[in-house]
């Protein structure tokens, strides 16, 4: 069963950093490209950022370029977002996702797309004073 589990959210005020983690079980996860995509209440998802399967191909939504970086950590089946000058609209559950088939070079970060099958629960990022 493939499953992803997403952590590091919690509550951070503004200008400050957090790294959100997302483990796999059941599968490699350095062979599916990813992504993160986060939902505020009362909103659409929206991609944040995705890192392909080699690694080469990372993508970041305009909202977000130059605060946040996404890594792979093969050695424990990981794959991390740090983000930086954190803002309150970035309040919102964060979500980690695999593409459908494996071995996906290039990814992407439009939900449109619908290439994304396996979803972790999410985590809670919060941005206040």
């Known amino acids: 069963q493939l499953q992803l589990v997403e952590s590091g959210g919690g509550l951070v005020q503004p200008g400050g950093s957090l790294r959100l983690s997302c483990t796999a079980s059941?599968?490699?996860?350095?062979?599916?490209?990813i992504g993160w995509f986060r939902q505020a209440p009362g909103k659409e998802r929206e991609g944040v950022s995705c890192i392909g399967s080699s690694g080469i191909d990372i993508q970041y939504a305009d909202s977000v370029k130059g605060r946040l970086t996404i890594s792979r950590d093969g050695a424990n089946n990981t794959v991390h977002m740090r983000m930086n000058s954190l803002k309150p609209e970035d309040t919102a559950v964060y979500y980690c996702?695999?593409?459908?088939?494996?071995?996906?070079?290039?990814?992407?970060?439009?939900?449109?797309?619908?290439?994304?099958?396996?979803w972790g629960q999410g985590t809670q990022v919060t941005v206040s004073s």
């Open positions: 059941g599968f490699a996860l350095d062979y599916y490209a």
């Open positions: 996702a695999a593409e459908r088939d494996p071995y996906s070079a290039v990814c992407t970060v439009m939900p449109d797309k619908g290439l994304y099958e396996y």
